[in-house]
């Protein structure tokens, strides 16, 4: 069973960039589908972005373009995330989950395993 473990979270100010890290033990990353999710308090866990084994397919929140980004490098075992512009509203705990279905990236309940999350708090 893979473990994935979330990395990269802090303080950031509005407007800033950050890159979160969703590094794999017990299994290799490749073989999974690995998806991004926030969960804000008092609200539910929200799919930010996702991407395909290979790398060569990814999926983003639509919201404004280029926010999210996300990348993988399979030898290093991690997905990363990359936010950009960041908004008041990603302060959040983000998660990162791994898949090997072919169901809807978008829905978290398609995602079996899960990492303990990365916090991250924006200040204004």
């Known amino acids: 069973q893979v473990v994935l473990v979330e990395s990269g979270g802090g303080l950031v100010q509005a407007g800033g960039s950050l890159t979160l890290s969703c590094t794999a033990s017990?299994?290799?990353?490749?073989?999974?589908?690995v998806g991004w999710f926030r969960e804000a308090p008092g609200k539910e866990r929200e799919f930010i972005a996702a991407i395909n084994r290979s790398g060569g397919r990814t999926y983003e929140r639509d919201s404004k373009p280029g926010r999210f980004t996300v990348s993988r490098d399979n030898a290093k075992n991690t997905v990363y995330l990359h936010l950009n512009n960041i908004q008041s509203e990603d302060s959040a705990i983000f998660y990162c989950?791994?898949?090997?279905?072919?169901?809807?990236?978008?829905?978290?309940?398609?995602?079996?395993?899960w990492g303990q999350g990365t916090q991250v708090t924006v200040s204004s």
């Open positions: 989950a791994a898949a090997t279905t072919f169901a809807a990236v978008t829905s978290p309940y398609n995602f079996a395993t």
């Open positions: 017990g299994g290799t990353i490749a073989d999974y589908r």
